[in-house]
């Protein structure tokens, strides 16, 4: 006889969960040179308890008083290490002043276009350059040399011309800038 043979449902297989990161067996070892690891260890032998200070400072080849230097740096520097930190982004020196050299080139931009515009709007009206004050008043320059003058735009010329025309044309009449209006 045949036996038959009975299939039970599996259930579906589970999903594994992903490795998760191993735990860390002890101190993470920090960068340095060779004589410093081996200054930092005899030090924290020393404040362990493990070791003396003469023997430490023999182990390392410098005096008892240097050895108490070094000691002294040692804990300094691992207070410091230890405060609080800020929370959140810290701006370095070099990022701050990047970011101070953008802002005055977008400033630089910003005052020259003004500056265009403000050109463009005195053309418009036909306005000449603003005077500038005469701070010096023997007529002596403060070591600058004076500015060559622009020529005038078309549009200030033609309505000098049209100014001029006008005056010939009615030598009785004062020429006035009004458009024409008697």
Do not use: F
């Not at 735990?23 to 924290?44: D, F, H, M, N, Y």
């Not at 200070?53 to 230890?82: C, F, G, H, K, W």
């Not at 990047?98 to 931009?109: F, G, I, P, T, V």
């Amino acid at each position: 006889m045949a036996q038959a043979t009975t299939t039970t449902a599996s259930p579906a297989p589970a999903k594994e969960p992903p490795p998760k990161a191993q735990a860390k067996k002890g101190p993470e070892r920090p960068e340095g040179s060779e004589g410093a690891k081996k200054t930092a260890a005899a030090i924290l032998e020393v404040l362990a308890g493990a070791r003396t200070t003469t023997d430490a400072a023999e182990a390392l080849s410098v005096s008892l008083p240097r050895y108490y230097q070094l000691e002294a740096r040692a804990i300094a520097a691992m207070v410091e290490a230890l405060e609080p930190r800020r929370r959140g982004r810290q701006v370095s020196p070099d990022h701050e002043i990047e970011a101070l050299r953008k802002e005055k080139a977008r400033l630089e931009r910003e005052c020259a276009r003004s500056q265009a515009l403000a050109r463009t709007a005195q053309r418009a009206l036909g306005l000449g350059p603003p005077r500038k004050p005469v701070s010096d008043p023997k007529g002596k320059g403060g070591g600058k040399k004076k500015r060559v003058r622009r020529p005038l735009a078309r549009g200030v010329r033609a309505a000098q011309a049209l100014r001029s025309a006008a005056a010939e044309a009615a030598p009785g009449t004062p020429a006035s800038g009004n458009g024409g209006a008697a």
